[in-house]
């Protein structure tokens, strides 16, 4: 499930976060058709998320500018809400951008994605071009504001 991967500093990385198989590998083939130089890790929790985060990390925070998250909200265990709540209150990851999807038509819980610092907060079931635009965009963010030369 966790595919290897090479890091560089004028790519980043997008680390999938989902518990179903099935939603991680459509959104994997829309980021794929999206055509951006993007590698993609998979994660089937938050707790993995995290804990790849920590171990990745370490004591530098040069490492979490490359990277983009995407995150699905309802998982067993540390839904998405909360990880997105540990990844922004965490000093060094605070900046990676970070795209929420949830199962949701409910106002309350859309506000409280973008309130909690999620750059984009959509509704499943994910929209194959709506995905693939959202991606775009959230990758022309990540080259504008966190690339690292």
């Given at each position: 499930?966790n595919?290897?991967f090479?890091?560089?500093?004028?790519?980043?990385?997008?680390?999938?976060?989902?518990?179903?198989?099935?939603?991680?590998?459509?959104?994997?083939?829309?980021?794929?058709?999206?055509e951006?130089?993007?590698?993609?890790?998979?994660?089937?929790?938050?707790?993995a998320?995290?804990?790849?985060?920590?171990?990745?990390?370490?004591?530098?925070?040069?490492?979490?500018?490359?990277?983009?998250?995407?995150?699905?909200?309802?998982?067993?265990?540390?839904n998405?809400f909360?990880t997105?709540?540990?990844?922004?209150?965490?000093?060094?990851?605070?900046?990676i951008p970070v795209?929420l999807?949830?199962?949701?038509?409910?106002?309350?819980?859309?506000?409280?994605?973008?309130?909690?610092g999620?750059?984009?907060?959509?509704?499943?079931?994910?929209?194959?071009?709506d995905t693939?635009e959202?991606?775009?965009m959230?990758?022309?963010y990540w080259?504008?504001?966190?690339?690292?030369?």
């Amino acid at each position: 499930m966790n595919k290897n991967f090479t890091q560089h500093p004028l790519q980043p990385t997008v680390l999938l976060v989902d518990d179903d198989d099935e939603d991680r590998m459509l959104m994997r083939i829309a980021l794929e058709s999206a055509e951006l130089p993007m590698p993609i890790r998979e994660f089937d929790s938050g707790e993995a998320l995290l804990a790849f985060l920590k171990q990745e990390t370490g004591l530098s925070a040069f490492e979490s500018v490359s990277w983009i998250v995407i995150l699905d909200k309802y998982m067993p265990g540390i839904n998405g809400f909360e990880t997105l709540r540990q990844l922004k209150a965490h000093p060094f990851w605070q900046r990676i951008p970070v795209v929420l999807f949830v199962n949701t038509q409910n106002q309350d819980e859309m506000e409280l994605c973008v309130d909690l610092g999620a750059m984009a907060c959509m509704n499943k079931p994910l929209h194959f071009e709506d995905t693939k635009e959202l991606m775009r965009m959230v990758y022309q963010y990540w080259q504008n504001n966190l690339a690292v030369s």
